[in-house]
Structures are given as structure tokens and as C-alpha cells.
């Protein structure tokens, strides 16, 4: 049953093979260039649905397993998904396995439009944080800095070509359901990313290990991109030759260098530090 006041979703729809279908269907929006192709990405687990619906992402279909359902967290989520007319699909333990990515499926994913500004409509909003992601190719990382992102109050991440894909059930997951709080726009060329900074008035500012110039003595109080390279290589000589600063996170221990991730949490708070908590 799916609970809003006790009451089953007349859009409640039971699915029991998999052969079906909507299954075969939900099952190849994984694949990028189908799920590209579609205009569709799928979620799971019920922080992301539940967080999608909280922020009123397009969401076309819940599919969850009865136990799911008749759960404390099932029946809050399927109460705003029902109030929002979003169908629900009731499948087995044995499909939502299928269906899934994850190593332990939870019972719940839901089929999501996606949706994105373009890097022109994000210059008219006047943004004073950006995060630029060069190269990052574990998506672990990739939905770690887009978290990192939303919790430092950043307005937006611009992942160029060859960073993990945004839409990457790992990368996904990691979000925590911040892509759902700032946009995060997937572009080809560094030349896009410059001209945006330029449109915008942000300076590009990108870490190095190998920088003279140090993360705390580089002046982040005005609007900024700060950029992020791969995990072996850094930041590509493309992008490091139109940065207006190369910066490096000092380190007095003996690790020669930071997870990607990690690098980018700590510019992105230092950021903050300066903005909210210098005298």
C-alpha cells in the first residue's frame, strides 16, 4: 500500500517481471548515451528520492519493493510523492536488484528528468563562488566536491571534459543530494569555462602542489572559480595557463599530496573563512 493517509496511490502500478518493459526501460537509462539520449537519470536509496521531491526536482517515477513502502521513511516519502502525482511502481526484491547500482539496494530508486542551466544563464545570476573540475576522474570524488560545493555556499560546479560524469551512480550518490541544491554543468572545452569567468568577473584561482604562492596568502574574499585537477596530474597546462592564480595548500607533514577532494573542501573553506570569519 502506498500510504498517504492510510490510502492506496490509484498511480500505484504493480510490475513483476523482468521482462517488462518499463523495467528494460529504467534499466538502460544507466547507460550514459541512453540516458543522455532520454533527457533521464535514476536515483536510489532514500535520501536521494526523498531529497529530490523536497526540492521539487521532475520526477516522472518512484519504483520500490512493498517492504520499502510500508516503512516509516516509505511512507513519508510516498505521502509527498502522491501528493505530487508521481507513479509509483511496486517491483520485487529480485528486480530492484537488478535495477540497482549499489552493492545493498535500499528498496527505493525513482526516475528523474534531468535538468541544468547553461553557463551563460549562470553568469547573469551575478555568482561569487564557483568550482571548476578539471580532469577528476573517480566519481566518488567528483559527487564529493559537488557536496563540498553546496556546503560552502558555492553557486554552482562546472565539470569539463574528461571529469567523471555527473549522472555516474557513484557520483550520484556521493552528492548526498546536494545536486539537487546548486547547478552542476557539464562543458567541453576550457575555453567555455574562461569565457564564463570573464562574463561573470571571476578571477580562476587553481591548486598546485608545486605553487609558490599559498591558499591562505591568496585573496578569496573577491567572486571567484576555484578549479580542482585530476588525482594524478592536477590541473591540465591548459587550464593552469589562463588561471590568474596557482595556489598550494600547505602541508608541514610529509604527504606529498591531498585527495582531490579533500584539496578542494579546503580552498573552498578557506574561502569561507575569509569571507565570514576574517577581522
Known amino acids: 500500500m502506498n500510504h498517504r493517509n492510510g490510502q492506496r496511490n490509484d498511480l500505484s502500478t504493480p510490475v513483476n517481471s523482468l521482462q517488462n ?3 528494460k526501460y529504467i534499466s538502460r537509462l544507466y547507460r550514459p548515451r541512453f540516458g543522455k539520449k532520454e ?5 536510489e536509496g532514500s535520501l536521494m528520492v526523498s531529497e529530490a521531491l523536497r526540492c521539487n526536482w521532475p520526477a516522472e517515477q518512484i519504483v520500490c519493493t512493498p517492504a520499502w513502502q510500508e516503512s516509516s521513511r516509505g511512507i513519508v516519502i510516498l505521502g509527498l510523492a502522491a501528493a505530487a502525482g508521481i507513479e ?3 517491483v520485487s526484491r529480485e528486480i530492484i536488484g537488478k535495477l540497482s547500482a549499489a552493492e545493498t539496494p535500499q528498496g527505493v530508486l525513482a526516475v528523474l528528468k534531468r535538468r541544468g542551466k547553461k553557463l551563460d544563464q549562470l553568469a547573469l545570476e551575478n555568482p561569487t563562488l564557483i568550482v571548476l573540475v578539471d580532469g577528476v576522474q573517480d566519481p566518488g570524488n567528483v559527487g564529493t566536491i559537488i557536496r563540498s560545493a553546496d556546503a560552502a555556499g558555492a553557486q554552482g560546479v562546472i565539470l569539463l571534459k574528461g ?3 555527473l549522472y555516474n551512480p557513484k557520483t550520484l550518490r556521493a552528492t548526498m543530494g546536494s545536486l539537487f541544491h546548486i547547478p552542476v554543468i557539464e562543458t ?3 575555453g567555455e569555462a574562461q569565457r564564463f569567468a570573464k562574463t561573470a568577473g571571476l578571477r580562476i584561482i587553481a591548486g598546485s602542489p608545486s605553487a609558490k ?3 591562505i596568502s591568496c585573496n578569496l574574499k573577491a567572486p571567484a572559480i576555484i578549479a580542482v585537477g585530476s588525482e594524478s596530474g592536477g590541473c591540465s597546462e591548459g587550464l593552469l595557463s589562463i588561471c590568474d592564480h596557482i595556489v598550494k595548500i600547505p602541508m ?3 604527504a606529498e599530496s591531498l585527495n582531490a577532494a579533500v584539496a578542494v573542501s579546503i580552498m573552498l573553506y578557506e574561502a569561507v573563512r575569509q569571507r565570514f570569519f576574517s577581522l
Open 252 to 254: 608541514p607533514g610529509l
Open 88 to 90: 509509483l511502481i511496486q
Open 39 to 43: 533527457g533521464r537519470f535514476v536515483v
Open 21 to 23: 518493459p518499463r523495467v
Open 163 to 165: 571529469t567523471a560524469g
Open 213 to 215: 604562492q599559498t591558499i
Open 188 to 190: 567541453e572545452s576550457i
